[in-house]
């Protein structure tokens, strides 16, 4: 995986071939909003990733 992350089935969302190629290594903080919303509405997994992705996410520099 191109972010260290574990090549199991366990670190894999299934997405159609466009949704794929326009996320490639992007974090799903870093994806389409509306994309990210739609998966985390039909996922539990997606849902709760999001979620800690969202909760580790530093603050704004002032």
């Known amino acids: 995986m191109s972010r260290g992350g ?3 089935a366990d670190n894999l969302v299934p997405a159609c071939q466009a949704c794929n190629n326009d996320k490639r290594a992007k974090l799903l903080t870093e994806w389409r ?7 985390a509405a039909s996922s539990p997994k997606i849902a709760a990733e999001l ?9 704004p520099a002032r």
């Open 6 to 8: 574990l090549d199991t």
């Open 33 to 39: 909003p509306d994309r990210v919303a739609y998966a």
């Open 51 to 59: 979620r800690r992705l969202q909760s580790h996410r530093p603050a």
